[in-house]
């Protein structure tokens, strides 16, 4: 069974039903054609293309468009030929453009009429413009020239770049090649045969293992099981609507293309700007149409942001009936769980697979019960069962099959085989490597990630090297490296000869990488930093020019300095980039929109209304612009991406005004400003174009900061940002101070635990009285506690497991509680493990609040933050992680040289953190700055034990494994 004949077949039973819709979402009525229309137009395009195309062996046929209206007539018209399509992306650097196409031996591209002359700047010569149009279907085709040495050069060009030596991964046992022709053969005498006629669906070019572009060839074979079989998981009906979400590039888009039209059900086609918009794309799938499947990598669902999600496509009335999740690692469950409303019917999948064994290997259907409040949380979400006629094995190192353990996964079956660059022949039932590795536990698959130089970088896969060889290959380049830095940023570090433009260098990697591949950031250096390995005298004097050179050397490039360097460099630009006021706010936020989008010179002045995307932004040039605002405030801002992404400039500017001057204290235009009543003692200063607001209300905390109690290790209390209206200067303890002796303090200055955990205690207008007791002896004492607490009964004081919260490894750090002085807002325990994982848990409820896998086990207890926004917790990795306290994501990282096993302290009055390290120093932290203040060597032995503060006289005390203990004035070394 073919690909076209099983939507012949449903086109025979649907005539008259929609088989796609195609929404401009520009205002107008979507465009829809019948399963008739779609089938009578692909009949033309097969007629023609049987005349026009000489069909002698397998044929294969470019297709350079955008998906529209004709989209799926334009596939299975060239599918009836037969012949196999290979999508070329319109927006691909032409250089890997034309690689693909000669790489794939195309002989003939169909080419939509309006992007002819795109095509034809960009492969000017390579080929001929064939005289025969089919206009009403909107293609024109092209054939190779029969004269193209200037294709072979720039072909050569790139293979020299990206394909330094032949690729051979992938080979199993019974192989042979000859050196003089590119026929594999086979000693098992049983295999598929590329040349077979009505062999291929499809051509795909990818990344693979090595970093080198790979063509995979698909044959129908390969592709329909996942097609039968995803329908029946997924249930689809001729009622469904999916969504096409894929690049055509992508092999997930066969499977929403065919999923649909093969089963009376329609697809629907939306521009790729709207997808790149989130208001607009989740308008189009959820309320002017009702999607029912939606396939989907993590990234474009999180792209939609969290308000969208909890509100439109996984609310309690979404029409979404499926969401398959795949090509990237499965969320957290507890964060599905805070999208998911709690009446939504929503069925998920996990997905997982690749495009050299197309389209998908596995599948899982999470389970209901995961998503309800009473589930354990230390679920984890595993790939699954093999799909129809899929084999998945796990081996280790030595290739032996794993049971129970940790290896590399391998993917085949008997058919489910693609062709691979230049294969011919394929023994039956090979198995692929994957690059990727899980656990295996009870015979499921944990996904545990990649281990060799391949990255994941929105949504496509692809090797540093490529990047690093392509800049390499640049006369303005002396030598270069990579970095992947934190896991979030591609920076590349630069060797310059000469005199260098950093914007040339930019645009020259453009031309020959996809936007995926193109560095975030370029970092001028002098040199390389090297390993502490020896370097050979012959080559000490000189600067290494490439990366075979530098391997051969026994010095390798120094990743954590280059991380060092690159961090030093972002705080070089934040002491840098200090804002004076909103109005120099607005000058340099359109100074950085118009850098993102290359509009710098003499380019007119930017309107209020201007959309980045509206602009000739994209998504990639959206990240960079982001990125460069949060450089330039000196700060995290939530959901600015999907500002930039959706709203104008205006709406940017003031988004970002409202996180830099809460309510208490915010710059306003005159215009907005001049609608509230001014009066001569209002209290209100007018200051040019803007007005100064001041709040009222009465101050209960520090404005702009978040009052709370953290109790920590040894029973310390630490009170943090509370105002004197909101303490009585005379009868309590100063704050920030630590409170050794006040057991009963929890309870007084907590209002939001008052009802539920304090009851009994006065509170008069609102303001805690605190009772002085210093002069008390021994008042932390049992019968001091008891004497306070004597209303308690004794039922209410036995002790009983309230909850427990499994972090599935020993615990050696002590837990941090933090108590908000805002009722609405839940307290909190902060506990690290040595599985990794840092937990946030809900102190009242014992659910966890969110999970965070850091880089080794976590000995360290963390700490608060002076505004409460952070906790920050050593590992041993390394590392210090500074977290964001609402949903750990990380908010930076600093490097030390050794593991950390000590716990932070901050300082109340400048919020500067001090840690241990087992490099032997004590650090000085700067969080919000992201800065390393200064660094003390402890005179010998390792700091396990955490610094301790003292106000009075303020000194910190840090002990050490050499048995030294030392008194430091922090204030006298910074």
């Given at each position: 069974?073919?690909?076209?004949?099983?939507?012949?077949?449903?086109?025979?039973?649907?005539?008259?039903?929609?088989?796609?819709?195609?929404?401009?979402?520009?205002?107008?009525?979507?465009?829809?054609?019948?399963?008739?229309?779609?089938?009578?137009?692909?009949?033309?395009?097969?007629?023609?293309?049987?005349?026009?195309?000489?069909?002698?062996?397998?044929?294969?046929?470019?297709l350079y468009c955008y998906p529209g209206i004709n989209l799926p007539s334009w596939i299975l018209g060239i599918l009836q030929v037969p012949a196999a399509y290979s999508p070329i992306d319109p927006d691909a650097p032409p250089m890997l453009s034309t690689y693909f196409m000669k790489k794939s031996n195309l002989q003939y591209v169909l080419v939509e009429n309006d992007k002819i002359n795109k095509f034809r700047m960009s492969h000017v010569s390579y080929f001929n413009h064939n005289s025969s149009t089919i206009e009403h279907i909107?293609?024109?085709?092209?054939?190779m020239s029969s004269s193209n040495t200037g294709l072979n050069s720039q072909v050569d060009n790139v293979t020299s770049k990206c394909e330094p030596s032949k690729a051979m991964a992938n080979l199993q046992p019974g192989y042979t090649i000859h050196p003089d022709q590119t026929e594999v053969k086979t000693s098992e005498g049983t295999y598929m045969d590329v040349g077979q006629k009505r062999s291929l669906a499809y051509v795909l070019h990818t990344s693979g293992t090595t970093g080198i572009p790979k063509i995979v060839r698909v044959p129908h074979k390969c592709i329909v099981p996942n097609i039968q079989h995803l329908k029946s998981i997924f249930e689809i009906t001729r009622d469904d609507l999916l969504f096409l979400a894929s690049p055509l590039t992508f092999d997930p888009s066969v499977v929403e293309l065919f999923v649909a039209l093969t089963s009376g059900a329609s697809i629907l086609i939306v521009p790729n700007?709207?997808?790149?918009?989130?208001?607009?794309?989740?308008?189009?799938?959820?309320?002017?149409?009702?999607?029912?499947?939606?396939?989907?990598?993590?990234?474009?669902?999180?792209?939609?942001?969290?308000h969208i999600i909890k509100s439109t496509v996984l609310s309690a009335n979404t029409s979404l009936r499926v969401l398959a999740l795949g090509g990237e690692a499965f969320p957290v469950v507890n964060l599905v769980k805070s999208w998911k409303h709690k009446e939504n019917k929503t069925s998920i999948f996990n997905l997982y697979g690749i495009t050299e064994v197309s389209s998908w290997a596995t599948c899982y259907k999470i389970p209901e019960e995961v998503f309800t409040d009473d589930f354990r949380t230390d679920f984890h979400i595993h790939l699954g069962s093999p799909l129809l006629g899929t084999k998945v094995e796990v081996?280790?190192?030595?290739?032996?099959?794993?049971?129970?353990?940790?290896?590399?996964?391998?993917?085949?079956?008997?058919?489910?085989?693609?062709?691979?660059?230049?294969?011919?022949?394929?023994?039956?039932?090979?198995?692929?490597?994957?690059?990727?590795?899980?656990?295996?536990?009870n015979a499921k698959f944990f996904f545990l990630g990649r281990k060799d130089n391949q990255i994941k970088r929105h949504g496509k896969r692809f090797n540093i090297e490529c990047l690093q060889q392509a800049a390499e290959d640049l006369c303005q380049v002396e030598a270069c490296a990579v970095t992947w830095y934190q896991q979030e940023k591609l920076i590349l570090f630069v060797v310059p000869k000469d005199d260098l433009e950093e914007k040339e260098v930019v645009k020259e990697l453009q031309k020959?990488?996809?936007?995926?591949?193109?560095?975030?950031?370029?970092?001028?250096?002098?040199?390389?930093?090297?390993?502490?390995?020896?370097?050979?005298?012959?080559?000490?004097?000189?600067?290494?020019?490439?990366?075979?050179?530098?391997?051969?050397?026994?010095?390798?490039?120094?990743?954590?300095?280059?991380?060092?360097?690159?961090?030093?460099?972002?705080?070089?630009?934040?002491?840098?980039?200090?804002l004076s006021g909103a109005e120099e706010l607005w000058e340099r936020l359109q100074y950085l929109w118009k850098s993102a989008l290359g509009l710098l010179g003499d380019s007119p002045g930017i309107s209020k209304d201007a959309v980045f995307l509206h602009s000739g932004g994209d998504s990639l040039k959206a990240l960079r612009f982001y990125d460069e605002i949060e450089m330039l405030v000196g700060k995290v801002v939530p959901g600015l991406l999907e500002v930039i992404l959706s709203h104008s400039i205006e709406e940017v500017y003031r988004h970002i005004l409202k996180i830099l001057f809460p309510d208490e204290d915010q710059l306003m235009t005159y215009d907005n400003a001049v609608k509230r009543k001014l009066s001569g003692n209002s209290g209100e200063e007018f200051h040019g174009k803007?007005?100064?607001?001041?709040?009222?209300?009465?101050?209960?905390?520090?404005?702009?900061?978040?009052?709370?109690?953290?109790?920590?290790?040894?029973?310390?209390?630490?009170?943090?940002?509370?105002?004197?209206?909101?303490?009585?200067?005379?009868?309590?303890?100063?704050?920030?101070?630590?409170?050794?002796?006040?057991?009963?303090?929890?309870?007084?200055?907590t209002p939001g635990i008052m009802k539920s955990h304090a009851q009994g205690y006065e509170m008069e207008d609102s303001i805690l009285t605190v009772t002085n007791k210093a002069n008390k002896t021994d008042c932390g004492s049992v019968q001091d506690i008891h004497a306070e607490c004597s209303h308690v009964t004794t039922a209410e004081l036995a002790l009983c497991i309230r909850w427990k919260s499994n972090t599935r490894k020993c615990v050696d750090a002590s837990p941090l509680v933090i108590i908000p002085s805002n009722e609405e807002v839940s307290a909190s325990v902060y506990v690290g493990s040595h599985s990794h994982a840092m937990q946030a848990i809900d102190l009242d409820l014992g659910e966890i609040k969110?999970?965070?896998?850091?880089?080794?086990?976590?000995?360290?207890?963390?700490?608060?933050?002076?505004?409460?926004?952070?906790?920050?917790?050593g590992c041993y990795d390394g590392l210090v992680y500074v977290l964001q306290s609402s949903d750990g994501e990380i908010h930076w990282t600093f490097v030390t040289e050794d593991s950390v096993k000590s716990s932070a302290v901050v300082d109340p009055s400048s919020g500067l953190v001090y840690i241990g390290s087992h490099d032997q120093h004590v650090y000085s932290l700067d969080i919000y700055k992201k800065a390393c203040m200064w660094k003390l060597h402890c005179e010998g032995g390792a700091v396990f034990s955490s610094p301790c503060l003292s106000s009075l006289p303020h000194h910190l005390y840090v002990a050490t494994l050499g048995g030294l203990l030392l008194a430091v004035n922090p204030k006298a070394i910074w």
């Open positions: 069974m073919t690909l076209q004949e099983l939507v012949n077949q449903a086109a025979s039973l649907y005539s008259d039903r929609k088989a796609v819709w195609f929404d401009e979402c520009n205002g107008k009525s979507p465009a829809s054609y019948t399963y008739a229309t779609v089938v009578k137009l692909a009949v033309e395009l097969t007629t023609f293309l049987q005349k026009h195309c000489d069909q002698q062996g397998k044929c294969e046929i470019g909107g293609l024109t085709l092209f054939q700007t709207i997808k790149m918009v989130p208001v607009e794309l989740s308008a189009a799938l959820f309320h002017h149409h009702h999607v029912t499947v939606l396939q989907a990598t993590p990234t474009l669902l999180r792209r939609f942001g969290a081996r280790d190192a030595n290739g032996s099959a794993v049971l129970e353990g940790e290896g590399q996964i391998f993917i085949g079956g008997e058919e489910r085989i693609c062709f691979l660059d230049d294969e011919v022949t394929v023994p039956l039932g090979t198995m692929r490597e994957t690059g990727d590795f899980v656990r295996v536990q020959c990488l996809p936007a995926y591949a193109v560095p975030d950031e370029l970092v001028l250096i002098k040199a390389l930093p090297l390993t502490s390995h020896v370097v050979p005298v012959a080559v000490r004097n000189r600067t290494l020019t490439s990366a075979r050179e530098r391997s051969d050397l026994e010095g390798k490039v120094d990743i954590s300095e280059l991380n060092k360097i690159y961090q030093n460099h972002l705080n070089s630009r934040r002491r840098d980039s200090k803007y007005i100064k607001l001041k709040s009222e209300r009465g101050l209960e905390v520090t404005s702009g900061l978040i009052s709370f109690i953290a109790l920590s290790r040894g029973n310390h209390f630490f009170p943090m940002n509370f105002t004197k209206t909101f303490m009585q200067p005379n009868n309590t303890v100063q704050v920030g101070v630590e409170l050794l002796q006040q057991p009963s303090f929890l309870h007084l200055v969110w999970e965070k896998n850091l880089g080794d086990r976590i000995e360290s207890s963390a700490c608060i933050s002076k505004c409460g926004n952070f906790i920050v917790v």
